[in-house]
């Protein structure tokens, strides 16, 4: 389907959709059952929006708060992407200490 809407498959990525034209660029993730649209031309967004949920039953939870472990903040200067929230978890000593393997003739 996206590839019948002009859409170019990533070489790099399979999972990574662009749309490159006149009227703007539009990119699209597609990891499983979660999809990310970005681009600089909303009606092209919200036209696009529109066809896939005629063929797909979509959930738009509007702007991008965290994806795959990545969490996204806005602000006037940009976008930050941040593995805080999963570093904090991964660093919890119940969460890492069992993976810590003592080697028979270390003295640790």
């Known amino acids: 389907t996206l590839k019948q809407l ?9 999972s990574l959709f662009s749309n ?4 703007g660029s539009t990119f699209i993730i597609v990891y499983v059952d979660d999809i990310i649209i970005a681009g600089d031309n909303r009606d092209a967004i919200e ?9 797909f039953q979509l959930k738009d939870l509007r702007d991008l708060k965290y994806f795959l472990g990545i969490e996204v903040a806005r ?20 969460t890492v200490a069992p993976n810590l393997v003592k080697h028979p003739q ?3």
């Open 47 to 55: 036209k696009l929006k529109v066809i896939l949920n005629n063929k």
């Open 6 to 14: 002009g859409f170019s498959q990533s070489m790099a990525d399979c």
């Open 75 to 94: 602000s006037k200067k940009g976008i930050l992407l941040s593995q805080k929230k999963y570093w904090i978890s991964y660093m919890k000593p119940d």
């Open 106 to 108: 270390s003295n640790i």
């Open 20 to 23: 490159i034209n006149k009227q």
